[in-house]
């Protein structure tokens, strides 16, 4: 069974860092895209960044450019982000999703983790 | 990067249909094929309906069809269900500096 798990969110006070994981399990890790959504309390998905298979594209949404930075180790079936200077616009529960097709780029998450929540407060 | 807009709500009796809209810009939605759409019922993960504008994922009922024209995108319901009440969200790439862009979200309520 192909699986996320999500774990690293928190309670953490603005200005501050963050990193969240992502566990892959039952499928070939390093042929997906991987992407960050997040959805903020009583609001819509957000898509947050997203990694291509070999790390050779990434991508962030301009709400975190310059703050987020997305990752990934092929050799752990893991993925990462890195959440500095952590604003209360940024509190929300953070999903990672796969991509659909294998080498491809945006063809649609298929695979959804629990989420893990962060939540920004001083 | 401006969220792609859908209606807030829709809604429909037993076995009607409903279509919800996603209109993007020729940067998004009319730029690409590669639209997808999102079911998410509240505490649940989403789950992938459509890809590719059209195409379903295996498991996923024949009732769920995608379309597209110009900058706008629209998934329809057939055959309307209890279960199918829920939120739906559309996505799109977005082109290579951008990226990714979803919908604002539309609740679909069966009276």
């Known amino acids: 069974e192909m699986q996320l798990v999500e774990s690293g969110g928190g309670l953490v006070q603005p200005g501050r860092s963050l990193r969240l994981s992502c566990a892959a399990s039952?499928?070939?890790?390093?042929?997906?895209?991987i992407h960050w959504v997040r959805q903020p309390p009583g609001r819509g998905l957000e898509w947050v960044s997203g990694?291509?298979?070999?790390?050779?594209?990434?991508g962030y949404a301009d709400s975190v450019k310059g703050r987020f930075t997305i990752s990934r180790d092929n050799a752990k079936n893991s993925l990462y982000l890195q959440m500095n200077s952590l604003r209360a616009e940024d509190m929300a529960l953070y999903y990672c999703?796969?991509?659909?097709?294998?080498?491809?780029?945006?063809?649609?998450?298929?695979?959804w983790g629990q989420g893990t929540t962060v939540t920004v407060s001083s | 990067q401006s969220a792609l807009t859908q209606p807030r709500s829709v809604s429909g009796s037993p076995g009607q249909s409903v279509t919800i809209s996603c209109t993007g810009t020729?940067?998004?939605?009319?730029?690409?094929?590669?639209v997808s759409w999102y079911q998410h019922h509240p505490g649940k993960v989403p789950k992938l309906m459509i890809y590719?504008?059209?195409k379903r994922p295996s498991g996923v009922p024949d009732r769920f069809s995608g379309s597209k024209s110009g900058n706008t995108a629209s998934l329809t319901i057939s055959g309307l269900q209890a279960e199918d009440e829920a939120d739906y969200y559309c996505?799109?790439?977005?082109?290579?500096?951008?990226?990714?862009?979803f919908g604002t979200g539309t609740k679909v309520t069966v009276l």
């Open positions: 999703a796969k991509d659909l097709g294998p080498g491809g780029w945006f063809y649609g998450m298929d695979v």
């Open positions: 039952g499928f070939t890790f390093d042929d997906y895209a």
């Open positions: 990694i291509s298979w070999n790390s050779g594209s990434v």
């Open positions: 020729s940067s998004d939605v009319g730029g690409y094929n590669y």
């Open positions: 590719d504008v059209s």
């Open positions: 996505c799109s790439y977005a082109g290579s500096y951008t990226f990714g862009v």
